[in-house]
């Protein structure tokens, strides 16, 4: 299975090869720009990308879905349930809120916690069918591979975590923050289940943004400059400085987050805050967050990884976990 991420500033693949044997996998990954506003640069684009990785035929992928189209709903519901009647609660209880028609969506739902010796946390979300028909007609128009599903940004960036985490993913309550290009996923997961998941707008196009708009410089050389601390003191860059312009919302978004489940008892308290996304990659991030947060926070690169074998370019891992986490994907199996 080949997992496709299409992010807005850049396209990544990824293949995994496990070896039963000896319980180690090696991983074909590469990347390239996108061309969203061009179908035939983005097909040229894959194609390298495949060719990079020594891949030629027309292999099974599944690709991600846009947040924007993905709906969620957190609810509590009596415990002790049946499989069947919860079926039909959590239903009954999202509908109330819904003006959209479920049978006409692909749906699921998580039952997260117990929110106390009577009630259960559950996470739902749900996607029109409309929507990943039409994404994949689209998908299969531009790739010369074979499109078998689509699935949620935040499910794949959850699959990768559960995978290639170390151990402390058993045991941990976790803020996973995967820092895109224009966007940021922000999952809490509790012992590798899914508490809450929230998108803010946020990524690395606005730290380059501030960069270009304070040098007066096009952004190309602004993202050049970004990705270059070697040259920060020389130009009186300070980048703590422009993360507190750029990063305040998500800083807010994440205390939110975590406020909000430990007032409903969804969790007792964070054990680490998890940056990857190639966002992750810039220099000093984590420690912005570690200080203005006052948490436990580190950087999570899913290459850094015993278990994987043939990496040559380890720091390539941070932009990987969704692509990652879509080539974990079954082909059986459609998500929302």
Same mark, same amino acid.
């Given at each position: ?50 060719? &990079? ?18 709906? &969620? ?14 079926? &039909? ?48 007609? $689209? ?84 993202? $050049? ?43 007792? &308290? ?67």
């Amino acid at each position: 299975m080949l997992g496709i991420d299409i992010g807005t500033r850049f396209t990544k693949i990824c293949k995994i090869v496990e070896d039963k044997h000896s319980n180690k996998i090696s991983i074909a990954s590469g990347m390239s720009m996108t061309y969203l506003d061009n179908a035939t640069n983005q097909k040229n684009s894959i194609e390298r990308i495949l060719k &990079s990785i020594g891949i030629t035929s027309k292999e099974a992928s599944f690709c991600t879905i846009e947040e924007k189209d993905i709906i &969620s709903r957190d609810i509590n519901l009596p415990k002790g349930i049946d499989q069947e009647n919860l079926d &039909s609660a959590v239903t009954l209880a999202v509908e109330q809120s819904l003006t959209e028609n479920l049978s006409k969506m692909l749906h699921s739902y998580t039952v997260t916690r117990e929110i106390s010796e009577t009630e259960n946390n559950i996470l739902f979300m749900a996607v029109p069918k409309t929507k990943i028909f039409q994404r994949m007609k $689209e998908l299969s128009g531009i790739f010369p591979i074979n499109v078998v599903g689509v699935t949620s940004e935040m499910i794949s960036l959850v699959n990768a975590f559960n995978f290639f985490a170390p151990v402390y993913k058993e045991t941990d309550t976790v803020v996973l923050v995967n820092i895109g290009d224009t966007n940021t996923n922000v999952v809490i997961l509790n012992k590798k289940k899914i508490i809450f998941v929230k998108d803010v707008a946020f990524g690395g196009k606005h730290i380059t943004k501030e960069i270009s708009d304070m040098y007066h410089v096009p952004e190309r050389l602004a993202e $050049e400059i970004k990705r270059r601390p070697e040259l920060w003191s020389s130009l009186g860059l300070n980048i703590r400085n422009i993360l507190k312009r750029t990063a305040a919302t998500l800083l807010e978004v994440i205390f939110e987050l975590i406020e909000y489940c430990s007032t409903r008892q969804s969790i007792l &308290s964070v054990d680490r805050i998890l940056l990857t996304g190639g966002g992750a990659s810039l220099h000093g991030i984590d420690f912005f967050v570690k200080d203005n947060l006052g948490m436990n926070t580190e950087k999570w690169n899913p290459f850094d990884n015993e278990n994987i074998i043939g990496i040559e370019n380890k720091d390539l891992g941070f932009f990987m976990p969704v692509a990652l986490g879509l080539a974990l994907e079954k082909v059986e199996e459609q998500h929302v």
